[in-house]
């Protein structure tokens, strides 16, 4: 799992630079982030709950049954939508409220 | 590129800014004027093992149970080897922890009397995804505690026989910081990345356990000769095929069983349901032609479906994505499972610094708490915080009435030259990654790995044993042109010395009673006389020297009296 950045949508303001726990992303020469390490990256997702622009693809590597599908996050208050994209471009979300507990 | 030194000085340095740096810290804040440095490898607000969130906590003494049964668990799930002082004292604390997380922010379910909703005879329901913001953000209202986020810390100093502070480099900047501390407390965490892992291509990591946790802690307290505990048991998680997300959601949300191709439930066969059983069973059935084992879900009801899907957005979100992508959720499809590779982790199993019944360990100066210390198995995250606030109180003792030691300027000079040589020269044959890719086959083939079933004897880990001092020797060659190669470095050197420790370790304890976790196909008969003692190690002068110590009794204050 991995992650890759839009940069049409990334405006560098580099709040997922700071946050991710392996430091993988880095600023490229245009003032972008990019994502450096790839390979490194274990899919927990902090710079994408991090971008305010949807600019941060997350998805799961092809070795492990990925299949082109991606999420991204949008945050509203309490709320923490998560929006799939399926390589169609049909897309389906999960919204949750940050002021539940799990059921499980 | 050349590093230069600068001087920070503190009270109490910790070491690593997850789970249990971040509740030391505030422990000393709310109970001292003391100046404490947290260094931090990324950024407190989302690293180490809760960068994701979590979504249980699992270690809770509910309604109708007591410290003294949750000692009974750990001790029966390790067959007997925990120190009992250490168990204890963090089960004294659990619900104590739970109620200040939750004061902090941290959302748990509670039903209409108040009370929280239990999952199980030890957990709790939460809404964990927000758990490390939670903590950051505690941390960062108290003026005596200075965060420094993005440093690399690399070895101790040690003088005259204490541990007097630490040396880390930035990753932003060229400067190698020399940190001099009236004590150390190490929360570094534990060990991932030593053996290969179930995909190892691209998708090498996954969000259990965290690979940015690189054995650092265990290295530099190898390193500077502190007694270590209990390496051979190493923990090797049953989680969801290829996402390694978990299985103790599902199992224990839904009461899903575990079940092989043909539909039948294996795990009874196998013994008590124990950790390592529920792993060995599923590890015995792919064995005998029987898998691919699952959780049977298939016919859970929408609603179930919908809150797993939730429960593991607010932790591994990957097993949401796979679920939506493929198309088909737990109600109609049951889960396939699988064992990760092994990890050295003293949160889960008993691997770490050989500690006091105060968390300090052989070397003065120096406390451990969480995944670093071990002897105490099943901390999860509350007894993470327990043992976090157990080291701040003992080091804040310590610091009492202590004149803080100037570090030498001819070590750290030497410490210098030694980090800047990585820099300097022409690239060599090989990279870390070579290395890291080197080590985890070697550690793979002839340590127990996933690949041989995780069973290992004698001549395979003198095999073992060569190949990972020949890679260590090799890595003193390696070259970075940038600080994050530097510390690519320093993580793959990190692991070298871990694996090390750890086959010594495994070559150490001649009996089998923990399967897959440690198995030593040399030695399958249970023999008490050898089994009810730790294998503890010092390095000294490049070798793992084995010394075996008494079981600790839960009554018991263990102190270092030989150290």
């Known amino acids: ?104 | 590129m050349n590093l230069k030194t600068k001087n920070l000085k503190t009270d109490i340095l910790i070491i690593g800014g997850g789970t249990a740096g971040c509740f030391a810290a505030l422990k000393i804040a709310e109970n001292s004027e003391a100046k404490v440095i947290i260094a931090e490898k990324a950024n407190v607000r989302r690293s180490g093992c809760l960068a994701a969130g979590v979504n249980a906590l699992n270690a809770y003494i509910v309604k109708g149970q007591t410290p003294e049964t949750y000692l009974t668990y750990v001790r029966n799930d390790a067959e007997g080897v925990i120190r009992e002082d250490l168990v204890y004292t963090i089960a004294q604390r659990l619900n104590d922890v739970t109620k200040k997380v939750e004061e902090l922010g941290l959302v748990i379910l509670k039903d209409e009397a108040g009370e929280y909703v239990s999952r199980g005879n030890r957990n709790i329901k939460i809404n964990g995804e927000n758990i490390k913001p939670i903590l950051a953000d505690a941390v960062a209202k108290h003026p005596n505690v200075t965060v420094i986020n993005r440093i690399n810390i690399i070895d101790y100093i040690v003088q005259e026989g204490k541990i007097v502070g630490a040396y880390g480099f930035s990753l932003d900047t060229a400067v190698l910081y020399v940190i001099s501390a009236k004590a150390v407390i190490c929360t570094t965490g534990g060990a991932a990345g030593l053996y290969k892992s179930n995909n190892p291509g691209f998708s090498k990591h996954k969000m259990w356990y965290s690979p940015f946790n690189t054995g650092a802690g265990y290295a530099m307290g190898i390193r500077a000769g502190a007694e270590m505990t209990t390496f051979e048991m190493r923990f090797i998680a049953l989680r969801c095929k290829d996402t390694i997300a978990p299985t103790g959601t599902i199992a224990q949300g839904v009461g899903a069983q575990q079940i092989n191709s043909s539909g039948e439930e294996y795990e009874k066969k196998y013994g008590a349901p124990k950790t390592s059983v529920r792993m060995y069973s599923t590890v015995m059935e792919n064995r005998s032609g029987k898998g691919p084992c699952y959780l049977k879900t298939v016919g859970i009801t929408e609603e179930q479906e919908g809150d797993l899907y939730k429960a593991y957005l607010n932790m591994a979100p990957a097993q949401t994505l796979r679920w939506l992508e493929n198309g088909k959720g737990p109600a109609s499809d049951n889960v396939e499972i699988e064992g990760t590779e092994p990890y050295i982790v003293g949160g889960h199993t008993g691997s770490g610094y050989w500690v006091d019944t105060n968390r300090a360990t052989t070397i003065r100066g120096l406390y451990a708490a969480g995944d670093v210390a071990g002897g105490s198995p099943q901390k999860y995250v509350t007894g993470c915080f327990a043992e976090g606030e157990i080291a701040a109180v003992s080091a804040l003792r310590y610091i009492q009435g202590i004149i803080p030691t100037v570090p030498s300027m001819q070590e750290a000079e030497e410490k210098l030259r030694s980090v800047n040589q990585y820099l300097q020269g022409a690239p060599g044959l090989y990279t870390a990654e070579d290395i890291e890719e080197a080590m985890q086959k070697v550690m793979d083939d002839y340590a127990g790995g996933i690949s041989t079933g995780y069973a290992f004897n004698s001549r395979k880990l003198q095999v073992a044993r060569e190949r990972i001092r020949e890679l260590l020797r090799i890595s003193y060659q390696l070259k970075a042109t940038d600080l994050h190669q530097l510390m690519f470095i320093y993580e793959v050197v990190d692991r070298l010395y871990v694996c090390e420790t750890l086959i010594g370790h495994l070559e150490a304890r001649q009996e089998t009673r923990w399967p897959s976790f440690q198995e030593n196909a040399d030695y399958p008969a249970k023999d008490d006389e050898k089994w009810l003692k730790f294998v503890n190690s010092r390095y000294v002068n490049g070798k793992v020297n084995i010394v075996l110590r008494d079981l600790v009794k839960k009554d018991d204050i263990y102190e270092h009296n030989d150290r």
């Open chain 1, 1 to 104: 799992m991995s992650i890759m950045i839009d940069s049409q949508k990334c405006v560098g303001c580099g709040k997922c630079r700071q946050v991710c726990p392996g430091s993988l992303l880095y600023v490229d020469s245009r003032g972008k982030t990019e994502m450096k390490y790839p390979k490194e990256c274990w899919g927990c997702t902090s710079c994408v709950k991090e971008c305010n622009f949807n600019a941060i693809k997350y998805y799961l590597g092809a070795d492990m049954g990925g299949k082109g599908s991606f999420l991204y996050t949008k945050q509203e208050g309490q709320l923490l939508h998560w929006i799939i994209v399926a390589p169609d471009g049909s897309e389906k979300q999960i919204t949750i409220d940050k002021s539940q507990a799990n059921a499980y």
